[in-house]
Structure formats: C-alpha cells, structure tokens
C-alpha cells in the first residue's frame, strides 16, 4: 500500500471572490444603516418642531390668560385681539400651533376667578370643494 498524501489546494480565485463578497455585504449593510439613521434624524427634526411650535403656542395663550380679569372678559379678548369662543359658560382661546392643528386653552369663571379647565390641540377642518 502506498501512502498518498492528499492535499487541498484552494486557488487564489475563491477567497478572492468571497473577499469580494463579504465586503459588498457589508457595504450594503452600511448604506442601510446610514439610511435608516438618516431617517430617524430627519423625523427628530419634525418631532422637535412640533413639540416647538406646541409650546410656543401654549405660551402665547397662557400669557394672554395671565393678564386677564374675571371682569368683562369678553371686552378684554376682543380688544388683545385674541380668537376666542364662549359657550356653555366656558371661554375657549384658540391660537395656531401649525398649518394643521389649533391649541385650545378652556377656561370658566368661579366665584369671580378663573379657573383652567384643559388645554386641547384640535386638527383643523380641511374644506372640500364639494
């Protein structure tokens, strides 16, 4: 019996080609996760400007609520120019916080003060044409 040595030769072509592979996987990878840390970016932008415009909007109407008193209040908003509704003996100050939702600060009079009832954001009512 002779003993033959069996040796595995790999030529140079197959761990080139799986190099090849492997680092086009990993590109693919790396744009992917590029791409998604771009996106949560951007939507933390939106969301910042939303929380923003939110309180910006809350601290408009505060203010203008702050310097009211208990007397004639409707003369009071109509003179600041303030966009207000009464109804069911409740005053409702509305301010925009963007082109689709409005802030709604409720308030009533108590035993002549006032009285914070809820703060709202409401989506606008978009017009159809038809």
Request: proline letters at 2%.
């Amino acid at each position: 019996m002779s003993k033959e040595k069996q040796e595995f030769h790999m030529s140079i072509g197959a761990p080139s080609i799986f190099m090849l592979f492997v680092v086009l996987v990993m590109l693919i990878l790396a744009t992917l996760a590029s791409l998604r840390a771009h996106s949560y970016y951007e939507s933390t932008l939106r969301q910042m400007n939303l929380t923003k415009q939110y309180y910006q909007a809350q601290s408009h109407l505060l203010t203008v609520y702050e310097q009211l008193e208990p007397k004639d209040i409707e003369q009071q908003l109509k003179s600041k120019n303030i966009h207000y509704i009464y109804q069911n003996q409740k005053y409702y100050l509305i301010d925009s916080i963007n082109e689709d939702q409005d802030l709604k600060l409720t308030f009533q009079v108590q035993d002549e003060n006032l009285h914070i009832v809820s703060f709202q954001t409401e989506n606008k009512e978009v017009e159809d044409g038809n």
